[in-house]
Nanobody
Framework: QVQLVESGGGLVQPGGSLRLSCAASGFTLDYYVKGWFRQAPGKEREFVAAISWSSVGIYYADSVKGRFTISRDNAKDTVYLQMNSLKPEDTAIYYC???????????????WGQGTQVTVSS
């Protein structure tokens, strides 16, 4: 059974940085696209970033472009989200996801993590 486990969330001041990690276990997700989504209180879940197996293909939501960086280490079956210049509106539960399909910004992923809370507040 595939499990995706996120870590690295927490409380940070505006302008600060966090690095989220998402490790897979139970099955090696070779050739899987990996993505990050987030859900703020009272809002629908939204796309944040996605990365292809080779890391050649990368998509970002406009709201995070230039501030967030997605990367992956296939040897560790782990995907990362480096978040810089954080804003209060980045506060949300962040979820990682994986799918064996083409790179898109849609939510058609096969596997999801349980989420990690990111709070940006002074």
């Amino acid at each position: 059974q595939v499990q995706l486990v996120e870590s690295g969330g927490g409380l940070v001041q505006p302008g600060g940085s966090l690095r989220l990690s998402c490790a897979a276990s139970g099955f090696t997700l070779d050739y899987y696209v990996k993505g990050w989504f987030r859900q703020a209180p009272g809002k629908e879940r939204e796309f944040v970033a996605a990365i292809s197996w080779s890391s050649v293909g990368i998509y970002y939501a406009d709201s995070v472009k230039g501030r967030f960086t997605i990367s992956r280490d296939n040897a560790k079956d782990t995907v990362y989200l480096q978040m810089n210049s954080l804003k209060p509106e980045d506060t949300a539960i962040y979820y990682c996801a994986a799918k064996r399909a083409r790179l898109t910004t849609t939510e058609d992923y096969d596997y999801w993590g349980q989420g990690t809370q990111v709070t940006v507040s002074s």
